[in-house]
């Protein structure tokens, strides 16, 4: 499985703005789709998930009610929309695809290249 991100970009805190993730490949299997980010000078962390079929979703206590993940099966996409984003947001984002969340969780699985979140203040 491949995974292509992008949607990253400058925005000022309280902005907007979209990420989306493009799986091609062995893309048949029911995959768990997530976001994990990594700012400067600190570990990756969780961002959110979601299941194959798009009925459980998880997210981070600090995104929680801010993001929202989603996917679109039939083009192989996860999305991940971003509210009222605040600096401590800034990262490079990552897109990640894994057979569970707790394989998914644990960094195990397909990874994409990665796209950079700038939020200024």
């Known amino acids: 499985v491949q995974l292509q991100a992008s949607g990253g970009g400058l925005v000022q805190a309280g902005d907007s703005l979209r990420l989306s993730c493009a799986a091609s490949?062995?893309?048949?299997?029911?995959?768990?789709m997530g976001w994990f980010r990594q700012a400067p000078r600190k570990e990756r962390e969780f961002v959110a998930d979601i299941t194959w079929s798009g009925g459980s979703t998880s997210y981070a206590d600090s995104v929680k009610g801010r993001f929202t993940i989603s996917r679109d099966r039939a083009k192989s996409t996860v999305y991940l929309q971003m509210n009222t984003l605040k600096p401590e947001d800034t990262a490079v984002y990552y897109c990640?695809?894994?057979?569970?969340?707790?394989?998914?969780?644990?960094?195990?699985?397909?990874w994409g290249q990665g796209t950079l979140v700038t939020v200024s203040s």
């Open positions: 490949g062995s893309t048949r299997g029911s995959y768990v």
């Open positions: 990640t695809a894994s057979p569970s969340q707790v394989t998914l969780r644990r960094g195990s699985g397909f």
